[in-house]
């Protein structure tokens, strides 16, 4: 259900705002009216591109990405997101009920990021740099739970935390919104040939970095995908 929520004029200077694709500054902006009054929101991008871009083509899944990139939005749990500074920047109604989803398993830390993403919403500009995460948490990796998320349903679905690992060893997150607009343009197209056999173990997917091209097959098996599982 969508909320009613203000703006500050210096949300438009923010750097961090700036710094965002012009979709992706709009899209912030629409997901808090996505957050209840704790800044929490369950988590589908689907949902936000035909609520919020139903005449736009476009990417949703690496808008979202650019956005949790920037520790704007942060996910938890399974399928929910908090803004980590809404109730510091939203004059909620009193009259407005109670968050209804549960707390965010772990809290980003303190930081950088988390002051940045205060900058953003509140109009201060952030001039520090995020800090290396140093921890397994997946919350601290936002493009992977993002990913992970959106990652088609199959019996490949598997393997989460091998998956993670290699996210993290290969230094993936910086690059989360290429790979995700990688994986709706595959769920869109190739993947869905032939009742989703195509469609690769995500572990697969990491290993070979199909992001970068691996995909581009040809011959009999045109999305090259069943010698590799």
């Known amino acids: 259900m969508a909320r009613i929520r203000t703006i ?11 710094a965002l694709t012009p979709f992706a500054r709009l899209l912030y902006i629409a997901l808090w009216c996505e957050a209840d009054k704790e800044g929490r929101l369950v988590w589908k991008p689907k ?5 919020y871009f139903p005449a736009d083509a476009l990417e949703i899944e690496a808008l979202c990405g650019e956005l949790t990139q920037a520790g704007l939005i942060v996910l938890y749990g399974e399928g929910y997101a908090h803004i980590p ?8 109604n009193p ?9 965010p398993t772990r809290q ?13 919403q509140g109009g201060r500009e ?3 740099r995020e800090g290396n995460p140093g921890a397994d948490a997946p919350e601290l990796f936002p493009g992977f739970a993002g990913f992970w998320e959106s990652w088609p349903t199959s019996d490949r679905k598997q393997a989460r935390g091998k998956c993670l690992d290699v996210w993290k ?3 993936v997150e910086p690059h989360a919104a290429l790979v995700s607009a990688h994986v709706e343009r595959m769920k869109a197209g190739p993947w869905r040939k032939d009742g989703g056999q195509y ?3 995500p572990l697969t997917y990491l290993n070979q970095r199909r992001w970068e091209g691996a995909d581009d097959a040809s011959n009999d098996d045109p999305y090259g995908v069943r010698t590799a599982l």
């Open 8 to 18: 500050k004029p210096e949300f438009f200077t923010s750097e961090d705002v700036v």
């Open 47 to 51: 949902t936000f591109k035909m609520r």
């Open 85 to 92: 500074t809404f109730s510091a920047h939203q004059h909620i």
């Open 95 to 103: 009259r407005e009920s109670a968050s209804q989803l549960p707390e």
């Open 108 to 120: 980003a830390r303190v930081g950088t990021r988390q002051s940045r993403a205060s900058d953003a």
């Open 126 to 128: 952030g001039k520090g």
């Open 169 to 171: 060893k290969a230094g």
């Open 199 to 201: 469609i690769p173990a």
